[in-house]
């Protein structure tokens, strides 16, 4: 009798360990993160690569404490995490942030304005808004020569140019224009200020720098 209620004891006090073990919010994030489908475009043939870093980096995953080795796959939009030894995908509609920590870098779901969700690495973070900017990487199918003029181009993956945006608190994003007219009427009632600012500091409207510098002076308004 007494061997059986040891038994007992110490099998209550086996599952009370492994459930203090285990993170309820890590769990909720692991159930987030999907399979990788090995017929995706990116297991192909082809030229480039459809990610901005060659290896997995140290990141933090909001809403969990742990450190997981992470890379952005800038062709598909989805962070990718190696999870016991297995690459599984999380994509930007779980809205979590993702933090590199060697790199300063740090990756924020917005939606655009078709109401998709995608990431966009924060390069200033305000009170009135967010710069922030939308790296994009497309992939590219061969290219038959049509005649002995033309040359053969492999399948490729390409990154296209960085497009700059504002985020909002609601996390939305507006695409800033390279038109200076558009340009200015994004920050409102404050349009004028700002033209003013940049006109003043010589400011060039697509240099990532002096984006920065606007933004900083627009939270000051």
Known sequence: MFLKVLKSLLFSCLIAISAFGQDPIDIEFVNRLNVIKSNDVS??????????????SPAKISATDNIYSVKYNAYTDKMEVILNGVVKALHPR??????????????????????????????????KSMLLVKETINFYKEVKPKSGYDEYEPPQFKREKDRFYMGLKDATSILLSNKKKDFYATFGEFSEEIKKFVKSEKLNLKDQADLITIFNYYDQL
């Open 43 to 56: 297991w192909g043939d082809y030229q480039g690569s459809p990610y901005l870093e060659k290896n997995y």
């Open 94 to 127: 779980s809205n979590y942030t993702v933090e590199f920590i060697n790199k300063n870098k740090v990756y924020k779901v917005f939606s655009n304005n078709k109401g998709e969700k995608g990431y966009f690495v924060v390069l200033f973070e305000g009170e």
